[in-house]
Every structure is written in structure tokens, then in C-alpha cells.
């Protein structure tokens, strides 16, 4: 049966239940999310299920990631509807914490700073963006002290910049990277999906489009971008913020071997982005 604790002191208690139910040996998952619950949370809650004696995960629309207070205003929220999906998958703990357990002081004034790759591809339109997300996703391990956790690969810069949070800060956590779930027709879940009229959602499947062909062309960089960005020159309604290739790790992108080839772009008012990996010189 799934658990639902609020407080810091409520999931301290929780934890050290789980924990001795299991034993200090078995492992703690924890699947860490803002909520509106879809298929590709789920997939990261049956990755965490399936390795891990316990699965925590936490709901928390964290204000410090959201730049614009209409963006934040207008997030889902779906608790009842979350905690029945969390109960269906096994969860055992769900962490829904208010702004004030964990901003007891208000806005935090230390901050865990993502560095120069947080001021690419998504970074100059949400400045401060991954800044929040990497103080948040700290304040959440230190409370939950997991020993995996598990992100998905739609969010692609933000799973590699906390990979690399976890090595600078030698944070004791093991990241798993989850792929993206899609629609059938492609389009990749998120929870801002919700938010598209139902010409917007046609438009929205472009992005996908793009990316396949992209990865279909392979060959070149030049030939990857090429398909890509032909497919987004003829799309109607999508606003192309960028679309990019790149190596795995989001440096420069390589002759040969692994990429990755990313997509951002505005559907009317909701800004979408999607990526997908690329073989370079096959
Ligand atoms: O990916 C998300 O849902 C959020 O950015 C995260 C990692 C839960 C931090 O608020």
C-alpha cells in the first residue's frame, strides 16, 4: 500500500519504517517528479520497481526552477489522481512536501550552480532554470537518501546535468536514465501535453518527426540536421526555437559514434522539446 507523508519530519519517520521492515542493505529507490502523472513517470517507477526493495517517489512543483509565474501558475496539479496511479505501480512512500518544508526560509540564497552547460540549449530561455532544478533535486536526495534514481532521457540536458552534479558533489545516489515513453504517433510525454489545443497537439507530433528523420538520415552531421531541418521548415505551427546535434555528453557533436539530436520549440503558447540518439557515420 503507497504511503503519502507531507513533512520532512513525516517522511523522516516513513523512511526509517521501510528501512527496517527491508534491512539496511536493501536498496531505496526514488523516482522524483513534479506531479500530473503520466506514462513516462510510470515508466520510471517500474524501472525503480523492478530494481530496487523500495520505491519513494516525491511530488513537488519546485518554484525555483519556474522563471515565469505564469508558467508555474498554469502547471498541473493532480494529487488524488497521482497517489492512485503511485498506489496501482507498487509505490511504497509518496513525498508530497509544501513550498515550506522545503523553503522553510523562503527562497534559498545557497544555490547548487549547474554551470556552462546549463547555458545552452535550454539555458537562454529559462535563465536560472537548472539552477533551481539542481538545489531542489539536492534538497530532495538529502531528505529521502536514496540509492538510485531514476530520470527520464526526455529531459536530456537536465539528466545530464545531474549526472554531473553527482560526480562534482560526490552526491551517494546512482542516476538511471530512463528512455522516453512517446504517443503513437510519436509525440514524446510530458505533462504539458495537456496543455495543447487539439490543433496545437497536431502540430506537436512534428518535433518527433523531425528527430526521426534525422535519425534515419544518420550518416553526416550535416545530412542529420539536414533531414531534421527539413521537416521542421514544412511543419505548420511549430516555432522552432533551436534543434541541435550533439555528442552523448551534450559536448560538441563527433564525425562518428554517438549522438544526440535535440529539438526545442514553441506550439503556440507551450514550449515543447524532445530529443532522440543518433549513430554519426553509419
Ligand atoms: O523533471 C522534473 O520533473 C523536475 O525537473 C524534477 C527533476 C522533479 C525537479 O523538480
Redesign the pocket.
Known sequence: MTRLVRTRGELAAARAVLVQELGAQASLGMV???GALHAGHVALIDAARASCAAVVTSI?V?PM?FHQAGDLARYPRQLQEDLALCEQRGVDLVWAPEVADIYPEGPAQVWVTAGELADQLEGPDRPGHFDG?LT??TKLFAAVRPHRAF?GEK?YQ?LMLIRRMVRDLGQEVQVVAVPTVREPDGLALSSRNVLLSPSERVSARWLSAALMAGQNAAGSAEAVLAAAGQVLEAAEGVDVDYLELRDAELGPAPETGPARLLVAARIGSIRLIDNVAVELGR
Do not use: L
Request: charged residues 10%; hydrophobic residues 50%; aromatic residues 16%.
Open positions: 522524483p517528479t513534479m513537488f519546485n526552477q532544478v531542489v533535486v530520470f529531459d537536465q
